[in-house]
């Protein structure tokens, strides 16, 4: 499946954005969706995911009550709201497909497709 993510840009803190992540090739709804981030000179993180049914989601701590994602098997898309955010939050954030089990939503090398990434630059 291929990904294309898009929706980033400069906001201030305590701003919003909307990531969007449109895939192609495949239907999305058997896969288990991410979101993960990787700051300049750090390595990349896990921020969200959602299963299949969209039934489940599942957060790191840092974004718990600020980020929501979902997602529209119908559109073949997967979103990313991110509310009140902070300079921290700073990162080129990834869309990712895993067709592996629930039990690894959060492990980097459970996700089999990856999108080119969208930069989030939160200004204090």
């Known amino acids: 499946v291929q990904l294309q993510a898009c929706g980033g840009g400069l906001v201030q803190a305590g701003g919003s954005l909307r990531l969007s992540c449109a895939a192609s090739?495949?239907?999305?709804?058997?896969?288990?969706m991410g979101w993960f981030r990787q700051a300049p000179g750090k390595e990349r993180e896990f921020v969200a995911a959602?299963?299949?049914?969209?039934?489940?989601?599942y957060y790191t701590d840092s974004v718990k009550g600020r980020f929501t994602i979902s997602r529209d098997n119908a559109k073949n898309t997967v979103y990313l709201q991110m509310n009140s955010l902070k300079p921290e939050d700073t990162a080129v954030y990834f869309c990712s497909a895993s067709s592996k089990d629930w039990g690894r939503k959060a492990q980097l090398s459970a996700y089999d497709s990856w999108g080119q990434g969208t930069l989030v630059t939160v200004s204090s």
């Open positions: 090739g495949r239907t999305i709804s058997s896969y288990v």
């Open positions: 959602i299963i299949w049914t969209g039934g489940i989601t």
